[in-house]
């Protein structure tokens, strides 16, 4: 038998599901990472071992954000299974949106699950979404340019380090751009990055009153470093710049650092997809000396909907692709480097897993960022790159798009921010908070 076969025999023997009467198709919505793609193609063997097939809805980001939000609150039953993450989690439990994950089988194992995202992922101490990978942010830089520069990259860097090393590196005329970032609008693309960016200056969303706090003087330190070192450093159009086009750029070898998601790491350092995957250093995301690091905390979750008429057999799937078993599924398949990051306990004492280059400062960055406690300062809410309440996805988009219009050079970081503070106080007014 071989390897594959073996271990999907064990996946089959581990796993202990509902056992659905009737074979069912479950509709998936799902965003278009490199994980979740790579999920589909292993469904096949869900579908072998279940009966149940499965039907993809792959989205952008902020689409499938978009999309899954108006489904579950209109109660459109267009999903059997959603990508969420925590922000969305606890907030949906409250509302009686998803089917609480409280039935899994002994084998799932689920307090193996990394503390910090069943944290995030639960409600009153239930959980309501599997991870099917966590992350946090760091960054992921070029060792050969770095080495040009005549600089050494330290675990945990200065954003002024950062900037000098980027204009560094920068070779506009061999198109390598020293830095790479997100500026794409979204609250959980650009104003992601910007957010945890700013807690790492000082900055906050919010007083401890809910006051808005973008006429502050650290927001506008922030935001004017991060504009004048990517207009220096950056890439052209970095407006327009999520995940996926940093994802591109890196791997063509045309930046000489990114921070971003670790969940990256085993994208940029695979030889099939990287033409420097073998010259790709790790170190913790920037600070300024004020205690606080530009790393945000993420899961990319799997999340049953209430109103499915599936759920045996939804739960049947989110059990088998955030197992122990897929991982070793994946494995075998593909190497250690390429399985799901940052969700599992169990993943991090394994010895296989220990030997890939960037396992340990995924989870020294993931242990690092603190939910509780984001800012320099103290804030009222619960959130690293996200503030944990309804109003804030529509607040933070609206807030995005200013800043991307800032890095577009379609207005100034100063008009920007009035406007920022201005809308924001507006919809918590509005909301009550106030």
Known sequence: MSLTKTVYAATTMALVTAGSATAENLVIATVNNGDMVRMQGYTDNFTEKTGHTVEWVTLEENVLRQRVTTDIAAKGGSFDIMTIGMYE????????????????????????????MREGLSYDGTLYAAPF??????????????????????????????????????????????????????????????????????????????????????????????????????????????????????????????????????????????????KVGFALAPNTGKGK??????????????????????????????SKEYIELVAANEGWANVPPGARTSLYENENYKAV????????????ADPKNPTVDPVPYVGVQFVAIPEFAGIATEVSQEFSAVYAGQQTVEEALEKAQALTNDAMEAAGYR
């Open 89 to 116: 989690t606890p907030i949906w439990a409250a509302n009686d949106w998803l089917v609480p994950l409280d039935g899994l089988s002994d084998a799932y194992d689920a307090d193996d699950i990394l503390p910090a």
């Open 133 to 278: 990978y966590g992350e946090s942010s760091m960054i992921m830089y070029r060792t050969d340019l770095m080495e040009k520069a005549g600089l050494e990259m330290p675990q945990a860097p200065t954003w002024d380090f950062i900037r000098e090393a980027a204009a560094a590196m920068t070779d506009r005329e061999n198109d390598i751009n020293g830095i790479c970032l997100r500026g794409k609008a979204g609250w959980g693309e650009g104003g992601a990055l910007i957010t945890v960016t700013a807690n790492s200056f000082g900055a906050r969303w919010f007083d401890e009153d809910w006051n808005a706090q973008f006429d502050q003087p650290a927001w506008n330190e922030a935001l004017t470093f991060f504009v004048e070192m990517m207009n220096e450093s950056g890439p052209n159009g970095y407006a327009t710049n999520g995940f996926n086009e940093n994802l591109n750029l890196f791997q063509q070898g045309k930046c000489g650092m990114w921070i971003d998601a670790t969940v990256a790491a085993s994208f940029v350092t695979n030889p099939d997809d990287s033409t420097v995957a073998d």
């Open 293 to 322: 690091n530009a790393n945000w905390l993420w899961a990319w979750a799997l999340a049953i909907p209430a109103g499915t008429q599936k759920e045996d057999a939804a739960k049947e799937f989110v059990e088998w692709a955030t």
């Open 357 to 368: 280059p960037f396992a340990a400062m995924t989870l020294e960055s993931i242990n690092v």
